[in-house]
């Protein structure tokens, strides 16, 4: 979980455009959320994450859209390990 939030956290400094942005602050904050949490709340947490990470396309930055392909990356990884 903390290097899923490092990654989308390290988007927040990149020039990214407005709308991706938004989607990637608030998997951020729902990362944020779950860092610590019960299994059941953290399950929930990456769902939505991996919600938000769906609408993500392009960033307009070639680095964050690297954060952005492994933070889905991790996604994956944490919901198989939680199933």
Not at 23 to 40: F, K, M, W
Request: hydrophobic letters at 35%.
């Amino acid at each position: 979980m903390a290097e899923l939030y490092d990654h989308l956290e390290a988007t927040a400094s990149l020039p990214v455009a407005t709308r991706p942005s938004q989607y990637l602050g608030e998997a951020q904050a729902v990362v944020g959320d779950a860092r610590g949490a019960p299994e059941p709340a953290v399950e929930k947490r990456v769902s939505q994450a991996d919600e938000l990470l769906s609408h993500v396309e392009e960033t307009g930055s070639e680095e964050a859209d690297e954060h952005v392909e492994r933070a889905r990356e991790l996604v994956d990884d944490i919901r198989s390990e939680l199933a």
